[in-house]
């Protein structure tokens, strides 16, 4: 997972006057990778934390936020992004990464803020560059809130759903599909009616899915797989249609098999509403 660390230390090292000037400033001399933990000076990295272009390679929230404000903040003044527009938004940010670097290599934030925005034609006393909002929490590598920290009310709801789903009748994929959609919608209406704001809306549904996830993989594992461990990749949400090798299969486009299967669990998942209600 790429931090807003190695993004700072990317940034100074790719820019030759920001890491000259560093090697200078530092008061214990230590070149940004070796600050944050990534290699010594013989060269050798540390594997926990490897740096370099990687398969599967993700950023976690506040890299992306990083990331897109800078390129933002450099489309508004008519540049290209670089590394000196990188710099003065992760120093902005004030991320607890990013401060730890600095802390370990005994480098002056404001100071290299300055050197950044000079370098860009800025003086060192402008102002702190506004930040896209993060994502809410449970989305885009956000970490969800607790549910501790959830209304007990909207929990208690779901708790009753979970208990009442009748999950070792349902055997095939778009079974499970179905299910997932009837539970997004029906989180929707408890968030509406707690009024939750997105931070718990997105937490509250990131909770309860983990957890008929993990009811029903208990169930049917063929079917589904359980909820993901933290650090292990996902499999891609999109899948190809694929099938015996039939001449009609090349008769339907690959758009129009998607809205067919997207309409086959919306009709799946409403026959399961009406059933579950009749049981």
């Not at 799946?268 to 579950?276: C, E």
Request: with cysteine; net charge positive; glycine share 6%.
């Amino acid at each position: 997972m790429v931090t807003t660390a190695h993004l700072l230390v990317t940034a100074v090292e790719r820019a030759e006057p920001l890491v000259a000037w560093w090697e200078s400033a530092s008061s214990r001399d230590l070149l940004p990778r070796e600050a944050a933990g990534l290699s010594t000076r013989a060269g050798k990295a540390d594997d926990a934390a490897p740096l370099g272009p990687r398969l599967g390679v993700s950023f976690d929230a506040l890299a992306s936020q990083a990331v897109g404000s800078a390129s933002k903040w450099a489309a508004e003044r008519g540049e290209a992004a670089g590394a000196a527009h990188l710099v003065g938004m992760l120093l902005d940010q004030r991320s607890i990464p990013v401060a730890d670097v600095l802390g370990a290599a005994g480098v002056d934030a404001s100071m290299l803020r300055g050197r950044a925005l000079a370098w860009i034609g800025l003086q060192a006393d402008h102002p702190p560059v506004a930040l896209d909002p993060l994502p809410p929490a449970g989305t885009s590598n956000r970490p969800a809130l607790a549910v501790s920290a959830l209304p007990a009310e909207a929990w208690v709801a779901c708790a009753r759903r979970q208990e009442a789903l009748p999950l070792e009748r349902r055997h095939r994929r778009v079974d499970w599909d179905a299910i997932t959609l009837n539970e997004q919608r029906a989180v929707e209406r408890l968030a509406n009616r707690f009024a939750l704001d997105d931070d718990q809306r997105y937490s509250l549904l990131h909770h309860h899915l983990d957890e008929i996830r993990l009811r029903a993989a208990a169930v049917a594992p063929s079917v589904v797989d359980p909820p993901r461990l933290a650090g292990v990749p996902a499999r891609p949400v999109a899948r190809l249609v694929s099938g015996p090798t039939r001449r009609r299969h090349h008769l339907v486009a690959p758009g129009w098999r998607c809205w067919f299967g997207n309409r086959h669990v919306s009709w799946r998942a409403r026959w399961l509403g009406l059933a579950d209600q009749r049981g």
